[in-house]
């Protein structure tokens, strides 16, 4: 039985961003660690099918487990027929997919965390809210807001970027309590290719994955104890 949670003692590897680079994503998960990786596994890299089979693979073996990223949304929401953003790189990712591996991401998706607290740890793909710290995320159901919208997609600013997506705050940073590590993806804020640290006002601490991997980058990784 998949249950998508961390085995009781077992040693972490925590992936950020993959993006379709799937001769990284094999690299990283090369390892006899756990692996959770923090969402946006697919789109721009090279080979999103490849990616995911392998990741279906971690799962279904109880060797790791994904959550839940604004990118597999999407993807879960087309493949469903519903209305999205149907840029070039969600066309280019359905049209990799066979009938098998889209119903095979189907089942993940659906069964993916949107977010995850492991001991003094809180796994999210795009950020914190602090009603995270309550428990475990409710189901999704039309539009994500509130919390859900923060762990898939961040804290917007209100304004919009050259690109026409929504700029994103890290003011979330500064509400995570003292003694709690956010690790997240989503945006890639590091400016020397390795993983982003930033320390909050009330003590709290965010690890940033999002190096790039598929976009030019590159795919980052750390192992817990």
Known sequence: MITNTIPAGAKLRIVGDVHGDINAFRYATATDRFIVQLGD????GPDSAATLRLMADLVETQR???LLGNHELKLARALSGNSVRYD??????VAQLD???KAR???LIADAPVWLQHGSALFVHGGFHTEMLAGPPPPIEGRPYGALARALYGEPTGRTQDDGYPERSLRWV???PRGITVYCGHDRRSQDGRPYVRHGHLGGVAVFLDTGAGKGGHLSWIDLP
């Open 88 to 93: 070039p790189v969600v066309q280019e990712t």
């Open 174 to 176: 500064d509400r995570i």
């Open 105 to 107: 991401a189907m089942r």
């Open 41 to 44: 596994l697919i789109d721009h």
């Open 99 to 101: 009938d098998a591996l």
């Open 64 to 66: 790791g487990l994904f």
